[in-house]
C-alpha cells in the first residue's frame, strides 16, 4: 500500500514533450520483471542512455540538479500507449512523486494514483510558465500540497492543479483498491455466508 501523500517539496525536471508514451516511459524490454525496485534504472532508458548505456548529458534527468527530481513538468497526453504499470512503478523506483501535464492517458493515470504518484492536471499556459521557471537550477525546486491542489515556488507563486476527488482521497490517505476493499470485509463475509445459505449448491465442490 503507497504511502500517503500531503504535501511535499522537490526538484522538479522539465520535460517538454507531449504524447510521452509509456514505452518511451520505460521500454518494454524492463518488463520481465514484477519486482518494483530497479526499475528507476530503465526509465526514459533510450532518452537516457546510447546504445552503449551511456548516460546521454544533455538529457535532462542526468544533469544535476534534476538528477535529483521528484516532479516531472511534461505536455499533454502523458502517459499514452500501452497500459504497463511498470511505467509509473520505474517513476516511482527513480524517486518522482507527481507528474504535471496538461492532460493524462486515463489508463496511465489510474496507475498513479494506485503507486501513490500524483497525476496533476495543470493549464497548458501554467505548465509553460512552471517549465521556464525550472529550466533555471537554482528555481527548480517546487513545492506542491494535495490537500489544497496548489504548486508553489520558493518565491510564494502559486499555481493551481485538478485532480479526480477520488484519486485525491486515496494519495492522501494511502488507500489503494485492495485496502479498500478490505474496509468491507464483515460485509464481504456476510455476503458469502448469506449465499452459501440461500444457494448451497454454489459452494458444491464436485467430486
Not at 54 to 80: C, H, M, T, Y
Not at 181 to 191: A, F, K, P, Q, V
Amino acid at each position: 500500500m503507497p504511502e500517503p501523500l500531503i504535501s511535499f517539496s522537490a526538484i522538479a525536471a522539465p520535460l517538454p514533450q507531449s504524447n510521452v508514451d509509456t514505452d518511451k516511459i520505460l521500454p518494454a524490454s524492463f518488463l520481465k520483471t514484477v519486482e518494483r525496485r530497479g526499475l528507476g534504472r530503465g526509465l526514459f532508458h533510450a532518452m537516457r542512455f546510447d546504445d552503449e548505456g551511456r548516460p546521454r548529458p544533455d538529457f535532462v534527468l542526468n544533469k544535476a540538479p534534476w538528477d535529483q527530481a521528484g516532479i516531472l513538468i511534461a505536455l499533454e497526453n502523458f502517459g499514452s500507449g500501452s497500459s504497463r504499470e511498470h511505467a509509473p512503478w520505474a517513476l516511482m523506483d527513480f524517486g518522482i512523486r507527481a507528474v504535471l501535464a496538461p492532460s493524462f492517458a486515463d489508463i496511465f493515470k489510474q496507475n498513479c494514483t494506485k503507486n501513490g504518484i500524483l497525476p496533476a492536471v495543470v493549464a497548458r499556459e501554467d505548465i509553460d510558465k512552471l517549465l521556464d521557471k525550472v529550466r533555471q537550477p537554482n528555481q527548480a525546486r517546487l513545492n506542491i500540497n494535495i490537500q489544497e491542489q496548489v504548486i508553489e515556488d520558493t518565491e510564494g507563486r502559486k499555481w493551481h492543479f485538478e485532480i479526480d476527488v477520488h484519486d485525491k482521497s486515496a494519495l492522501l490517505s494511502g488507500e489503494d483498491d485492495i485496502s479498500r476493499s478490505l474496509e468491507y470485509l464483515d460485509d464481504i463475509r456476510r455476503h458469502l455466508e448469506d449465499r452459501a445459505s440461500a444457494r448451497p449448491w454454489v459452494n458444491a465442490i464436485a467430486i
